[in-house]
């Protein structure tokens, strides 16, 4: 599903922030990237969901080659691949409806459907009580459901999630790692970055642990 | 495109204007201040040629007659005269009337006019010709018909104020397109770089709709509407503070150059239409030219 062979990262001209990394994730698997600040875990992700290119080296998301994709293809890449983020990345100015609704009105589908789908999801997910609410109005652990909502609602191939828990508490760090198993239980692979070592404990999931850009 | 993608489209400018009033407001104030100088040019321009076009348009002829004419050749000759589009007799000056008027003029010197045995002036008519009602080519032809009549001398019309006049409206209208041209590419400006302020105070949006998958295109129409609606409305508050200080002006001063009072007058209705579409078309550029920056990733 995932594969990177020998790319390499660097911002600037000294700044490498990947080096060397090769990667295989298969279809349907749950992987961890893990590793202290700075390791490149971000990066990683951002390569995967092209919001960064390689500066050498190859990346392919489904088959697709992430240095030839054409902008349209780019985006139809990006509907199949679900990103969460740690500091949510939310439209503030849209409700948790709107926001979760995102990407079904991006792929073009009726309205009827959007609203059907975004009702199901937020049920799933126990916000349907707070569907007419705006970001700033919940809390820390409500915000990242509802922006776990907007990457699973399209069914996606690909689940990324960086450092999803890093703004939560115990409980509700629980809760995310408890949806992200349910997600990847219905077939999505899942691609978790953390520097958490208490997510990792007890875990039989593969961890892939990157330092100073490499993978060790 | 879709209805619905167009729809969502408009909605989410509607959305977009409504959530971020406050920087709408202060971009619709900056345009608005922009055009309000662009179209206050196109006011004066508009009066100018108004003006020019309206000393041109009546044009001052002579009929000169060899011999006092007569009652019944006078009217022969007038009736000829009225034949034509656009002509209006505005007085006939007999052989005395002229020696009156010349008299007058003299002032002091009237009396070196004493010695003379016979009155050498010679009588004639004076006429002014509509050119809107004819056309540049009448003059030339009233001329022909009427010189052909045995009792006029000579008929006489200002060619080089026809010249002149056209000279003018020319020069004028180069003018036009240049300052207007250049103020035009001015607001352009400014509304560009108050457009990227809006679009910047967004760019975190932009960042989240590319990376849940949307194409350039669905970002950037909401965007292109925007700033056309923000055009829009930026031109019109333009168009309703240069109306104000048109009526003020129009109240307090007197507008006269010579004797003659100058109407004027505000911007016809369909040149209005053509600044409103002009501000909404810069909008749309200046949000095309913003967005440009946007969409490297």
Same mark, same amino acid.
């Given at each position: 599903m995932i594969q990177l062979f020998h790319v390499y990262k660097t911002f600037g001209? /000294?700044?490498?922030?990947?080096?060397d990394v090769s990667l295989r994730v298969r279809k349907g698997e749950f992987v961890f990237i893990t590793g202290p600040s700075g390791a490149g875990k971000t990066t990683l992700l951002k390569i995967v969901f092209c919001a960064e290119k390689a500066t050498s080296g190859q990346a392919l998301v489904d088959g697709r080659n992430l240095n030839r994709v054409s902008e349209r293809e780019l985006a139809l890449l990006r509907r199949r691949i679900g990103v969460v983020f740690q500091d949510f /990345?939310?439209? @503030?100015?849209?409700t948790v409806f709107e926001n979760v609704a995102l990407a079904l009105e991006i792929a073009g589908l009726p309205l009827s459907v959007i609203r059907k789908k975004v009702h199901q999801t937020l049920r799933y997910l126990g916000l349907a009580n707070k569907?007419?609410?705006? @970001? @700033?109005?919940?809390?820390g652990g409500e915000q990242q459901r509802v922006a776990l909502g907007r990457a699973i609602i399209n069914n996606p191939l690909i689940l990324l999630a960086d450092? @999803?828990?890093?703004?939560?508490?115990p409980d509700l760090t629980m809760e995310i790692m408890a949806l992200l198993r349910e997600i990847h239980v219905k077939g999505t692979t899942v691609v978790v970055a953390t520097h958490s070592q208490e997510l990792l404990r007890d875990t039989r999931r593969r961890i892939v642990s990157l330092s100073k850009g490499r993978i060790v | 495109m879709k209805i619905t993608f167009l729809r969502y489209s408009i909605r989410q400018a509607m959305a977009n204007i409504f959530n971020n009033r406050l920087v709408h407001l202060i971009g619709v104030g900056t345009m608005a201040i922009a055009f309000l100088i662009f179209d206050a040019f196109i006011l004066i321009f508009v009066n100018l040629s108004y003006w020019t076009e309206e000393r041109g348009r009546l044009l001052s002829m002579s009929v000169y007659f060899k011999e006092e004419p007569d009652r019944i050749v006078l009217e022969d000759v007038q009736r000829e005269l009225l034949g034509f589009p656009g002509v209006t007799i505005k007085r006939f000056i007999s052989k005395d009337d002229a020696m009156e008027d010349l008299r007058r003029q003299l002032g002091?010197?009237? %009396?070196?006019? &004493? %010695?003379?045995?016979?009155?050498p002036l010679p009588a004639s008519l004076e006429i002014t010709f509509s050119r809107d009602k004819g056309g540049d080519s009448i003059p030339h032809q009233l001329k022909r018909r009427l010189e052909r009549?045995?009792?006029? &001398?000579e008929v006489q019309y200002s060619q080089e104020w026809i010249e002149r006049f056209q000279a003018i409206m020319e020069a004028l209208k180069i003018v036009g397109i240049v300052v207007g041209g250049l103020l035009f590419l001015a607001a352009l400006f400014i509304i560009t770089n108050t457009i990227k302020l809006t679009i910047y105070s967004r760019k975190d949006e932009i960042e989240i709709l590319k990376l849940v998958g949307a194409t350039n295109r669905f970002v950037k129409i909401p965007f292109l509407i925007e700033g056309s609606i923000q055009g829009f409305l930026g031109g019109s508050l333009a168009l309703i503070l240069l109306f104000v200080a048109y009526m003020i002006v129009v109240a307090r001063v007197d507008l006269r150059i010579g004797f003659a009072s100058l109407d004027f007058v505000f911007l016809p209705p369909e040149c209005i239409v053509l600044l409103l579409v002009m501000s909404s078309i810069a909008g749309l550029i200046g949000s095309t030219i913003s967005l440009g920056r946007f969409f490297r990733i």
């Open positions: 001209s /000294k700044n490498s922030a990947l080096i /990345k939310l439209l @503030p100015r849209r569907e007419g609410y705006y @970001p @700033p109005q919940l809390s450092e @999803p828990t890093g703004n939560l508490d | 002091d010197e009237a %009396g070196l006019l &004493d %010695g003379l045995k016979e009155n009549i045995n009792i006029v &001398d």
